[in-house]
C-alpha cells in the first residue's frame, strides 16, 4: 500500500498560516475520520498534534487545527512561530485494518 | 507521567533477527490501550511496524507481516518487537508508543525517544 501522498516543503513568515495538505484514497482517508497529524522536529521523537482529523490533544495551541474533505486531509498552521519549523506526517486507518503514514512535509519558517 | 524507553542492540547481521524491548513506566500496559513500534527510515519518512492490544491481540502492517512478532509481558510492563530476516532496508530508528486504539485512529499520543538500529552486511 502505497504512503499518503504530501508536498515534500512548505514555508511561510511569521505570523503567516501555511497548510499542508494529505492525500489518500478511498481506502484509507476517504472512509475514516480517522486520521492524526504529528510533528518531529529533527533529532526528537514524533508529538501527535492533532488525532481523528480535527481534535487537538491538551496542551496542543490551537494555532493548529485539522480537517477533511474526500480523500484530502490538511493541516492548517496559524500564526506561525519559529518553534513550528519541524516535519509533519498525516497518518490515516484504511481498510486493511492498517496504519498508513503520509511521506512527511517538511515546514521552513522563513 | 507516562513514558516508554526503548532498548536492544544497536547492531545486528543481515539475515537474522532484530530484538527490541519498549520498557513501560507511569501506567500498567496491561489495564488499556495498545502499543506500538514505529520506525523512521534515514531519508525516507516514518512507517508503522503493528501495534499489541492491551489484551495481546496483534495487528500488523501488512508489508512487513510475514517478518514481524509483538509481544506483551505484563509482568514486566514491558512489550517486545521481533523482525526476521533484517536486510539493509531495515536500517532505521525504531520508536515505540502508546497507541490510543480504534476509537481515536489509532493515534500514537506518547512516544520513546527512539533507538537507531543498523544492519549491517
Known amino acids: 500500500q502505497s504512503a499518503l501522498t504530501q508536498p515534500p516543503s512548505v514555508s511561510g513568515s511569521p505570523g503567516q498560516s501555511v497548510t499542508i495538505s494529505c492525500t489518500g484514497t478511498?481506502?484509507?482517508?476517504?472512509?475514516?475520520?480517522?486520521v492524526s497529524w504529528y510533528q518531529q522536529p529533527p533529532g526528537t521523537a514524533p508529538k501527535l498534534m492533532i488525532y481523528e482529523v480535527s481534535n487537538r490533544p491538551s496542551g496542543v495551541p490551537d494555532r493548529f487545527s485539522g480537517s477533511k474533505s474526500g480523500n484530502t486531509a490538511s493541516l492548517t498552521i496559524s500564526g506561525l512561530q519559529a518553534e513550528d519549523e519541524a516535519d509533519y506526517y498525516c497518518t490515516s486507518y484504511t481498510t486493511s485494518s492498517a496504519l498508513l503514514f503520509g511521506g512527511g512535509t517538511k515546514l521552513t519558517v522563513l | 507521567q507516562v513514558q516508554l524507553q526503548e532498548s536492544g542492540p544497536k547492531l545486528v547481521k543481515a539475515s537474522e533477527t532484530l530484538s527490541l524491548t519498549c520498557i513501560v513506566s507511569g501506567y500498567s500496559i496491561g489495564t488499556g490501550y495498545s502499543w506500538g513500534w514505529v520506525r523512521h527510515i534515514p531519508g525516507k519518512g516514518l512507517e508503522w511496524i503493528g501495534s499489541v492490544f492491551h489484551s495481546g491481540t496483534t495487528y500488523y502492517n501488512p508489508s512487513l507481516k510475514s517478518r514481524v512478532t509483538i509481544s506483551m509481558a505484563t509482568s514486566r510492563n514491558q512489550f517486545s518487537l521481533t523482525l526476521s530476516s533484517v536486510t539493509a532496508a531495515d536500517t532505521a530508528v525504531y520508536h515505540c508508543a502508546r497507541d490510543m486504539g480504534y476509537a481515536y485512529g489509532h493515534a500514537f499520543d506518547i512516544w520513546g525517544q527512539g533507538t537507531m538500529v543498523t544492519v549491517s552486511s
Open positions: 478511498s481506502s484509507d482517508v476517504g472512509t475514516y475520520n480517522r
